[in-house]
């Protein structure tokens, strides 16, 4: 159900704000939203940036220790040591910042040695200390690249100006060419090298030749990357120390949340906004009244037209299924909490699109395993509750549909399978069922707002024109029907325009509104995905049985036999697994929430420890 909320306006003195926003915060019920007064003040600090460095380096750590798993403990932490200063973190924080920095230092030279051997690898073949390439009182020397395929031109420019000129190795730049003449020849020479598109070479000034210094770099290059692994090294050594580090994280982040509450302020007082849950209101009280004696919080009712965020609160079992409403959206205050209707019927259609003995047994084992290894928080441990709960009527529907495991024994109720038209006749009922209780809330809703004559018109009419349409069917009942089909029918052909202003358009209205039988058809045709995905899940199943069966002729066989066994049921398990979560979800958003269901709530966020790699107890 919605917890209904309190509007609430804290007023403390500064210099107990920072005790006030950490118990708030420890108490997890106060959601503070900006005030209405335009002078604000948002706490200036570097805690962003100290919270950005520290997760960096943490997966900076992570990254050269190995990839935690799924099912790895995270560290208990108590609240008294989680507000403590964490030097020892602070301490691994600064080492590795300074490994990091290292790293990337010694990463830029090597980089910076292999542009220069880029370069030089052209001229390997130059045995001259590259120093001494250059003019002379008796030469001129050009060395650079000119475009691929122009040295028979440079060579006949080369041979009139006589030039002696050598050709290297090829370059992204061009061919590399060096010409040297003497300086007493005057000549356009240089001038006729440039357009044909001949440019500069820049050789690093450093003493020996091409080959030389290729070599050093080298050397040197390797030897970089010696000391980048021998810091690598000792990165991991500080894989013990990793917790520390995810603690100085989430304390950052903790911290983050506090100085990020938006707040107005006087000379010596603070006043904070928020939202509080009704039946909490004393918690936050005496979270408070720990901190300081000197406060003033004040409750009020929501204006007119005020939006306060939506808190849910159900049974344990029914509350896993809010995870399902959330994707599609919170409940506005005011509404039926959907979990509690969307809840069981997803539970059921998810047992009858996979509906096998097995795989319920496997989902249970998996899921179970899953919860006590992983030990999920938040809305992904609703999911996997979710999955888990669903086995059972996994294991309920397989029985009554006689499949364990895609072979068909002793069906209790039909086999899919063998009678696809009973199971076609069955999902469209249970899809007109799930859709008449989505109405029946939406009349439960008009009625208590004393509409009960749309509810006639617009509801009920419909159920009675649907209820009668089916019995059409059935021989016996086939008068009943008709009455009925005819009556529901006529209700909404004389009341769906009731809201036009004129009669012409009450006619059109009415018209209209009862075309609305092929939206509804449709609706209920959707549901023979259920009978799709219990036929593909029994099918598939029994192909992998057939497969296995064929091979197992000989030892060699029996083993084959075995692996196509446990591979196809893992994949056909996995993939009925995913499509049940997505059609059923499906089923659930477009025929049924939109019976009665308007969403668009504000999820409550309040300010809270939300940690992500340490639990804080």
């Not at 707040?263 to 039946?279: F, M, N, P, R």
């Not at 059409?472 to 009942?477: E, N, R």
Request: with cysteine; proline share 4%; glycine share 6%.
């Amino acid at each position: 159900m919605i917890i209904p909320m309190s509007k609430a306006r804290l007023i403390v003195l500064k210099e107990d704000l920072p005790k006030i926003l950490m118990a708030l915060q420890r108490t997890g019920e106060f959601m503070a939203v900006a005030p209405d007064e335009t002078e604000t003040l948002t706490p200036d600090s570097q805690t962003a940036s100290k919270a950005q460095d520290a997760a960096a380096m943490l997966k900076f750590l992570r990254r050269h220790t190995g990839k935690k798993t799924f099912f790895e403990d995270q560290p208990q932490i108590s609240y008294e040591i989680f507000t403590q200063r964490n030097e020892r973190g602070e301490k691994i924080q600064d080492k590795l910042e300074a490994a990091t920095a290292q790293i990337a230092e010694l990463r830029n030279h090597i980089s910076n040695l292999e542009s220069q051997v880029d370069t030089l690898q052209p001229w390997k073949d130059l045995n001259v200390n590259l120093l001494a390439v250059k003019d002379t009182s008796h030469v001129r020397v050009l060395a650079g690249y000119l475009p691929m395929g122009l040295e028979e031109e440079a060579s006949a420019v080369a041979q009139v100006c006589q030039v002696d000129l050598q050709f290297f190795g090829a370059a992204s730049e061009g061919k590399a060419v060096l010409a040297i003449q003497y300086a007493g020849d005057q000549n356009d020479f240089e001038k006729q090298f440039r357009e044909l598109g001949f440019v500069d070479a820049n050789f690093p000034r450093k003493k020996g030749t091409p080959q030389d210094l290729i070599s050093e770099n080298e050397t040197a290059m390797a030897q970089c990357q010696e000391q980048i692994e021998e810091i690598q090294d000792q990165i991991t050594s500080f894989a013990e120390d990793e917790k520390d580090l995810a603690l100085l994280s989430e304390q950052y982040e903790a911290q983050l949340q506090r100085e990020e509450v938006v707040y107005a302020q006087s000379e010596a007082t603070i006043c904070l906004y928020g939202w509080i849950c009704k039946d909490r209101v004393d918690k936050v009280k005496q979270a408070i009244g720990k901190v300081t004696t000197v406060f003033d919080l004040n409750l009020v009712e929501p204006e007119e037209g005020e939006m306060p965020p939506t808190v849910t609160r159900n049974p344990r079992f029914w509350a896993q299924f809010e995870t399902i409403t959330d994707m599609f959206s919170k409940p506005r205050p005011g509404e039926l909490d959907p979990a509690l209707v969307a809840g069981p019927w997803y539970w059921v259609i998810f047992g009858m699109m996979m509906g096998d003995v097995g795989y319920g047994a496997c989902m249970a084992v998996l899921f179970f395993a899953a919860k006590k290894l992983m030990k999920p928080k938040g809305d992904f441990a609703k999911l996997i509750n979710v999955l888990f709960y669903s086995s059972a009527t996994t294991i309920l529907f397989g029985v009554l549909f006689g499949s364990y495991f895609g072979e068909t024994w002793h069906p209790l109720l039909f086999a899919p399978l063998n009678q696809p038209m009973k199971m076609l006749i069955f999902t469209m009922i249970v899809g007109v069922l799930h859709m008449f209780s989505g109405m029946g809330i939406k009349i439960a809703e008009q009625v208590k707002a004393g509409h009960w004559l749309d509810a006639v018109f617009d509801q009920v009419s419909w159920m009675v024109l649907i209820i009668g349409l089916g019995l059409l069917f059935m021989p016996a009942l086939a008068t009943i029907g008709k009455i009925m089909a005819i009556l529901g029918a006529m209700v909404i052909l004389l009341t769906a325009g009731r809201d036009r202003p004129n009669i012409f358009g009450k006619i059109t209205g009415g018209l209209l509104g009862l075309y609305d039988i092929s939206s509804y058809l449709s609706d209920i045709l959707s549901y023979s995905r259920i009978l799709a995905l219990s036929l593909a899940t029994g099918v598939i199943g029994m192909v992998m049985n057939l497969l296995a069966h064929m091979v197992a002729v000989n030892p060699i066989g029996w083993i084959a036999a075995i692996f196509i066994y446990l591979i196809g049921h893992v994949f056909n398990l996995a993939m009925s697994l995913l499509s049940a979560y997505v059609h059923d979800s499906r089923l659930q958003y477009i025929e049924f929430f939109n019976r009665f269901y308007q969403g668009g709530g504000i999820p409550f966020k309040p300010l809270s420890i939300q940690s992500k790699y340490v639990n804080v107890k």
